[in-house]
């Protein structure tokens, strides 16, 4: 397998590629003044199985060179190609909020579906979504990060009490903390708007046992982040390690969530940055032995 890296995902290809096995490519993206793009794909991938590697944080910026990287490699004599995406944007958009409004998770699902023989993501945001499969017409594996969360947090933050944003997030926060044997509570959460939350803590929450890890898959505005330490710290807690799957981080949220108060901020390197502390390369290194094997099945858990 040839793994072709949108540039800032060349680490993380180099590091799926250890485990795996394979050669790991630069694309080149070149931005005209005009706001266009060009795309160059390296040199030879006549036959060969294709992994382009990007990063999906801004979909409306990078949808089209995708779109262009992948029906270039095969203008070029690549046999399959497949998309490795660890962050996956649009899935939110699962309905009709509002009339008139674009239903956009299955829009953007068939968009790459045309484009890709197979796809990789890890821990997509999903409402209700409850399998990939029900919206992309090609195979699609989620990387589950659960395990992965788990682990770091046994060794790194042994006394932890972790603590889930709002009751969507329950049945997963529960499952980490079932991993790393350490007890968890949910907070309740109201929102008003993209940048207007409210959540409270239960009253029975014992934040005296333990370091609070703040668990959540997304942080995006940082409201959420924000408004959960405060009421951490108001309740007498510590000051509360934060854990994410995806930093999309968006403005200053990474700098509001550390001014409120928040210990620490860990991410997996879904979307590079600086907060990066847990590797996924290794996870999807197994998605891709079914990809390789051709025994792709539902949605595996892996």
């Not at 290809?13 to 931005?31: E, K, M, P």
Request: net charge negative; proline share 7%.
């Amino acid at each position: 397998m040839i793994f072709v890296a949108f540039p800032e995902m060349l680490p993380l290809a180099q590091a799926i590629a250890r485990h795996f096995g394979g050669t790991v490519l630069a694309l080149n993206w070149h931005h005209f003044p005009d706001g266009e793009s060009l795309v160059t794909l390296p040199e030879g991938l006549d036959g060969a199985e294709i992994a382009i590697v990007i990063n999906l944080r801004d979909p409306d910026r990078s949808a089209l060179p995708l779109r262009f990287a992948a029906e270039t490699a095969r203008e070029l004599g690549a046999g399959r190609v497949g998309l490795i995406a660890p962050y996956l944007g649009y899935m939110r958009q699962d309905r009709r909020f509002a009339p008139g409004q674009a239903i956009s998770a299955p829009l953007f699902a068939r968009f790459l579906g045309e484009s890709f023989d197979w796809l990789i993501t890890v821990d997509p945001h999903l409402h209700r979504i409850k399998s990939l499969n029900e919206v992309f017409s090609v195979p699609a594996i989620r990387v589950a990060t659960a395990p992965l969360i788990a682990d770091w947090i046994a060794s790194e933050v042994p006394d932890a009490v972790l603590i889930g944003p709002d009751n969507e997030s329950r049945q997963w926060v529960a499952e980490v903390a079932a991993m790393a044997r350490r007890p968890f509570e949910v907070l309740d959460k109201q929102r008003s708007g993209d940048r207007s939350v409210e959540v409270t803590l239960p009253r029975v929450a014992d934040l005296g046992s333990g370091t609070p890890v703040l668990l959540d898959d997304i942080a995006s505005s940082g409201r959420t982040m924000v408004r959960a330490v405060d009421r951490v710290l108001a309740a007498g807690g510590r000051a509360p390690v934060c854990v994410l799957i995806h930093a999309v981080l968006a403005g200053s949220a990474f700098e509001d969530i550390l001014t409120a108060g928040a210990a620490r901020i860990v991410t997996t390197d879904t979307i590079p940055h600086a907060s990066n502390a847990i590797s996924i390369a290794g996870s999807i290194a197994t998605a891709l032995a079914q990809v390789a094997s051709n025994s792709i099945t539902q949605e595996p858990n892996t």
